[in-house]
């Protein structure tokens, strides 16, 4: 008897475990659309972000007309 309902919650943490693992993988893939969908300059992000390697002299690449940033 008890043979039969440790395969069975075994099957069942096995299929759990393999649809969070998709779950996972799909969040992962919306996550660098959403990212990719807002076209901002990676170069802005890393310096305001702070993981530029030279902040300060990423600012020239920025075009500026007249308009705020």
């Known amino acids: 008897m008890i043979g039969k309902w440790s395969s069975l919650i075994a099957v069942m943490l096995f299929f759990g475990g393999l649809q969070m693992l998709f779950l996972g993988i799909i969040g ?3 996550g ?3 990212s990719a969908s807002k076209q ?5 992000v890393d310096e305001v972000l702070g993981k530029s390697k030279n902040p300060g002299n990423n600012t020239k690449k920025i075009k500026n007309n007249g308009n705020s940033v």
Not at 40 to 44: H, K, M, S, T, W
């Open 28 to 30: 992962q893939y919306t």
């Open 40 to 44: 901002r300059p990676l170069y802005i």
């Open 32 to 34: 660098r659309i959403y």
